[in-house]
């Protein structure tokens, strides 16, 4: 089987969590035998071709030139990755599956579904209905119609969480026939390198616990939400440091939050860390914490479980079902500070419970979201795709016999 799979985001570009997401499909797609080229967008002092354990990866960048907004910019994107895709497919010659990634791809994968009659399978993570509660002005409006039109292209389309089917069933009104659920998962040898030379005294005193919070900065994260318990948790256990890493639009927000509530103190912003920094502050924290307002499915705190760190989560979407409550970890009520804090307080208070969510959790990472078990159920959706395309007219060998036939029929009756 070969797989042409289209990805705005793969490592070293990493906005959210679909780049270690799509990182981690292709490496175990290739290392069970599926044949799989990446094209994703393009990042500085990166080779333009890279083969990533056996996965071929091209990078392409938009055209250089002046983009309005990032709509624009996505489309150029497209553009450039359909240059890079179709003289790949003349090259290689048939492709079993088209695999596109949200609807910055759209554009390309459905030319390309279309061109070559190769069949589409789509992963949408998120919706901007979802993201923004609603769609409140033109540029949303048309993401989402972007997001529409790839689910409608699709021959499947895999989601993240049960939550997020429902989400995407209700909003663009897709066939639940159509829709999959396949969970992300997480290769726990990915939080085991730690940052040499660092130092958990660069962060925190040696007599504080560490609260630690790691994603992007906007507001359907929450962190705001953590910032207003900070008070309630520092009253209970005022030798506590909050460790907030990351980077995003929210960011200035975020920081005059804490001065204004007079905590700033209590809480270190770090910006961006990379993987190692984030390791080593996974395993010094007493605590992960997740106050999500909107959360399709929730890889951080896969991540934080895998790292052995005991999590706290905002009861919503699909971390909700990742977690189970008192067993693996906890669950506070969303957008709810007080909830919050007193879950934190909890672990902060309760190191024994703390172990036992850790052992818990790891548990079940290695039964139910193990990367293997993912990349199976994946390769599965592709063979029934392929199955079912072969009796159609879009098939090349199916389109063959029926032209075959039609001549032969034509021949026969003006003899």
Not at 74 to 97: C, H, W, Y
Not at 170 to 189: A, S
Not at 325 to 349: C, E, F, Q, W
Not at 397 to 413: G, K
Request: hydrophobic residues 40%; glycine residues 6%.
């Amino acid at each position: 089987m070969r797989v042409l799979m289209l990805s705005w985001e793969y490592p070293p570009k990493s906005v959210g969590g679909l780049a270690q997401h799509v990182y981690d499909l292709t490496n175990t797609l290739a290392e069970s035998g599926v044949e799989v080229h990446l094209i994703t967008c393009g990042a500085p002092g990166v080779q333009e071709y890279e083969n990533v354990r056996s996965v071929q990866v091209y990078r392409v960048n938009p055209y250089n030139i002046s983009a309005m907004d990032f709509v624009t910019w996505a489309t150029q994107l497209n553009v450039a990755m359909l240059e890079r895709a179709m003289p790949l497919i003349l090259e290689k010659g048939d492709f079993s599956i088209i695999h596109a990634h949200d609807w910055l791809t759209v554009y390309a994968a459905r030319a390309l579904k279309h061109g070559f009659h190769i069949p589409l399978v789509a992963t949408i993570h998120a919706t901007e209905h979802g993201r923004n509660y609603g769609l409140h002005n033109d540029t949303q409006r048309h993401i989402s119609d972007l997001e529409w039109w790839l689910g409608y292209e699709a021959w499947k389309v895999i989601c993240c969480s049960k939550y997020m089917r429902d989400e995407i069933r209700r909003v663009f009104q897709i066939p639940e026939d159509k829709l999959v659920v396949i969970p992300n998962g997480v290769n726990p040898d990915n939080y085991v390198q730690k940052q040499p030379g660092l130092s958990r005294d660069d962060f925190a005193s040696p007599d504080e616990k560490i609260v630690f919070y790691v994603g992007r900065l906007v507001r359907e994260k929450g962190v705001q939400v953590l910032l207003d318990a900070v008070r309630h948790i520092l009253t209970y256990h005022p030798k506590t440091k909050f460790v907030i890493a990351g980077k995003g639009p929210y960011d200035k927000n975020l920081r005059e939050q804490a001065v204004m509530l007079g905590v700033s103190q209590s809480v270190y912003f770090t910006g961006y860390v990379n993987d190692q920094v984030r390791n080593s502050l996974y395993s010094w924290a007493d605590v992960a914490v997740f106050p999500s307002l909107y959360e399709p499915f929730g890889i951080v705190a896969l991540e934080a479980m895998a790292a052995n760190t005991p999590v706290v989560i905002a009861d919503t979407g699909g971390l909700s079902e990742i977690i189970e409550h008192g067993k693996d970890g906890l669950k506070s009520y969303v957008g709810n500070p007080t909830s919050l804090a007193d879950m934190i307080l909890r672990l902060l208070h309760e190191p024994q419970l703390g172990n036992y969510l850790r052992q818990n959790a790891g548990r079940k990472i290695r039964q139910e979201y193990n990367r293997q078990q993912i990349a199976r159920q994946t390769r599965d959706i592709y063979r029934h795709v392929v199955s079912a395309h072969r009796n159609t007219m879009w098939d090349p060998v199916e389109r063959r016999s029926h032209l075959f036939n039609r001549v032969s029929r034509l021949l026969a009756r003006n003899a």
